[in-house]
């Protein structure tokens, strides 16, 4: 089992940024990739980023050319780079990872707010 805590959301005017972090720990040997999703008040969890451990990519269009997600392997963390933020990018965000695309249930985090004011 991966344990992952997320930080670093809040409040931001449109166009602002804001970094989030994601610190693992438990069976991190077992990780292979990274993601980082969020969820909207009444809509469905997506995906926002993922990250291999080869260093492939993959993201949503709406977040494409705005935000990166990295990953640190000497400090068990990972991390999610928003910039120029929206309205339409507040959600919650959760962080995950295993050693596919198909996360444990319990690889999850608790979330982190983000909030984008127009």
């Known amino acids: 089992q991966v344990s992952v805590v997320e930080s670093g959301g809040g409040l931001v005017q449109s166009g602002g940024s804001l970094r989030l972090s994601c610190q693992v720990s438990?069976?991190?040997?077992?990780?292979?990739?990274m993601a980082w999703y969020r969820q909207a008040p009444g809509k469905q969890r997506e995906l926002v980023a993922e990250?291999?451990?080869?260093?492939?990519?993959r993201y949503a269009d709406s977040v494409k050319g705005r935000f990166t997600i990295s990953r640190n392997y000497a400090k068990n963390a990972a991390y999610l780079q928003m910039n120029n933020l929206k309205p339409e990018d507040t959600a919650v965000y959760y962080c995950t990872g295993d050693s596919s695309s198909v996360y444990h249930p319990a690889n999850w985090g608790q979330g982190t707010q983000v909030t984008v004011s127009s």
């Open positions: 438990g069976r991190i040997w077992s990780i292979y990739v």
């Open positions: 990250l291999q451990n080869s260093g492939s990519t």
